[in-house]
């Protein structure tokens, strides 16, 4: 059985999710971003339980395809920005088209009439609050995180990053994590 779930940004996510259903009883589950599998059905009232319990911790249980493609899309798009998936060289569209086997157009428009913004919009949300934690760590030069991010020079991810947040990279640089958001609120 596949349980899909909204609100799975990260690491500790999955592990809260992993800890709900252990404790309901389902230590096996695996636990991904956004989906849960279980090797058997879970009863009506067992469930209503893990629901609740999700719905506590800041979770909620995705019941129609649609919004189990939007958790898809906002996953893969994570995984692209966070986790360095995907060739940097392909353009993002045919990246999320060939993960999910469907037509990006389709893919467009469902996202931006649901979410209200569109695929790209939230990429570039992403990438710059990428580039704020990496700015705030101080570990990478600016052209090795235009590199890592895929962005063609440093001066295209410099124009965005000052066109989003209105602050170069070394003035933001400057005043430290105060303006950073947690990747759910994107």
Known sequence: MKIYIKNMVCNRCIMAV???????GYGTAKVEMGKVTVDSDIPD???HNIEKALNDTGFELISDAR?????????????????????????????????LNL????????????????????LISLKIERVKELLVYDEKTLSEIAFELGYSSV??????????????????????DQKRLSIDNI
């Open 45 to 47: 009232a067992e469930m």
């Open 155 to 176: 001066a295209h991810l410099s124009g965005q990053f000052k066109k989003v947040t209105g602050f170069t990279p070394s003035y933001f640089k400057n005043l430290g």
């Open 18 to 24: 992993s800890g709900i259903f252990s404790n309901a």
């Open 67 to 99: 919004s189990r493609l939007i958790e898809q899309i906002k996953k893969l798009t994570i995984e692209y920005v966070y986790d360095g998936q995907g060739d940097k060289t392909q353009n993002f569209s045919d990246y999320l088209a060939d993960k």
């Open 103 to 122: 037509d990006y157009n389709y893919l467009s428009s469902l996202f931006s009439s649901v979410e209200g913004t569109t695929i790209e919009k939230h």
